[in-house]
């Protein structure tokens, strides 16, 4: 069995934290830091991503079952899980096959729902840069720029970029794998009641990830989920408005 990269910091109550598509677990690094004051956080890298594991298996069944060895491997029980856009659809998967196995939960810009293919802008730029043309950072980032304007989301995209053992650029993320599965990460939950507990949804008010329309499918499925709007957040909440998300999250956890 393999187990995913991962890191852990501070002690108490386990919390466990999934990034999103084409993400790692160093993008959680700030938040990790001021939430592990409180709490044991565990940061995960999940399969296809950062330094874990490749393998042709990309599905949230997967991704759920890998969390699952995780915490079995690490002795954690009952943690609370945190997990943005594709993490939070794999922690609303686990939630689904081990109901008995989390004591609360962050799903941050997501829903429960199925979302169309619209990734294929980001795809099509990865698969843009030649990397053995890249000498250094700033080739794979000019190469980016026709297909990314935005600058950010340019950095973002090349923490991806490292250095193999050979000494060529590569891409840590699994890019043939999570381009031929991408239908995948849209997928939708059922609609039957999981759990009766505790589930904050968290929304970007610039974002369009979590409708007004969606509060009565997570409702259905966990009764006692509520949902907090970040005013001035687009999708990446914790990084465009970290105090206001941090102080949302501990909200939310300390009661």
């Given at each position: 069995?393999?187990?995913?990269?991962?890191?852990?910091?501070?002690?108490?109550?386990?919390?466990?934290?999934?990034?999103?598509?084409?993400?790692?677990?160093?993008?959680?690094?700030?938040?990790?830091?001021?939430?592990?004051?409180?709490?044991?956080?565990?940061?995960?890298?999940?399969?296809?991503?950062?330094?874990?594991?490749?393998?042709?298996?990309?599905?949230?069944?997967?991704?759920?079952?890998?969390?699952?060895?995780?915490?079995e491997t690490i002795k954690i029980n009952n943690p609370i899980l945190l997990?943005?856009?594709?993490?939070?659809?794999?922690?609303?998967?686990?939630?689904?096959?081990?109901?008995?196995?989390?004591?609360?939960?962050?799903?941050?810009?997501?829903?429960?729902?199925?979302?169309?293919?619209?990734?294929?802008?980001?795809?099509?730029?990865?698969?843009?840069?030649?990397?053995?043309?890249?000498?250094?950072?700033?080739?794979?980032?000019?190469?980016?720029?026709?297909?990314?304007?935005?600058?950010?989301?340019?950095?973002?995209?090349?923490?991806?970029?490292?250095?193999?053992?050979?000494?060529?650029?590569?891409?840590?993320?699994?890019?043939?794998?999570?381009?031929?599965?991408?239908?995948?990460?849209?997928?939708?939950?059922?609609?039957?009641?999981?759990?009766?507990?505790?589930?904050?949804?968290?929304?970007?008010?610039?974002?369009?990830?979590?409708?007004?329309?969606?509060?009565?499918?997570?409702?259905?499925?966990?009764?006692?989920?509520?949902?907090?709007?970040?005013?001035?957040?687009?999708?990446?909440?914790?990084?465009?408005?970290?105090?206001?998300?941090?102080?949302?999250?501990?909200?939310?956890?300390?009661?």
């Open positions: 069995m393999t187990i995913l990269n991962h890191k852990i910091l501070g002690e108490g109550q386990p919390l466990v934290i999934l990034h999103g598509l084409f993400g790692s677990l160093d993008n959680w690094i700030s938040a990790a830091k001021h939430l592990s004051e409180s709490y044991q956080v565990i940061l995960v890298d999940q399969r296809n991503h950062g330094q874990s594991f490749h393998s042709d298996d990309f599905s949230y069944d997967v991704m759920a079952q890998d969390l699952q060895n995780l915490l997990g943005h856009s594709m993490g939070g659809k794999t922690i609303l998967k686990y939630a689904s096959k081990y109901r008995e196995g989390f004591k609360k939960m962050v799903v941050v810009d997501i829903a429960p729902k199925a979302y169309p293919v619209h990734h294929q802008s980001i795809l099509n730029a990865y698969n843009a840069v030649d990397l053995s043309k890249v000498e250094r950072r700033s080739d794979a980032e000019n190469q980016l720029k026709p297909f990314v304007k935005n600058m950010g989301i340019r950095q973002f995209l090349l923490k991806n970029l490292y250095r193999d053992k050979s000494g060529n650029f590569s891409w840590k993320i699994n890019l043939p794998i999570i381009e031929k599965n991408i239908e995948k990460v849209g997928e939708g939950l059922p609609s039957d009641k999981i759990s009766d507990k505790p589930v904050l949804f968290i929304r970007g008010e610039k974002s369009d990830y979590i409708l007004d329309d969606d509060v009565k499918t997570f409702k259905t499925l966990f009764p006692n989920a509520n949902l907090v709007t970040i005013k001035d957040a687009g999708h990446w909440i914790h990084a465009e408005q970290p105090k206001a998300f941090l102080n949302t999250v501990q909200q939310f956890l300390s009661i």
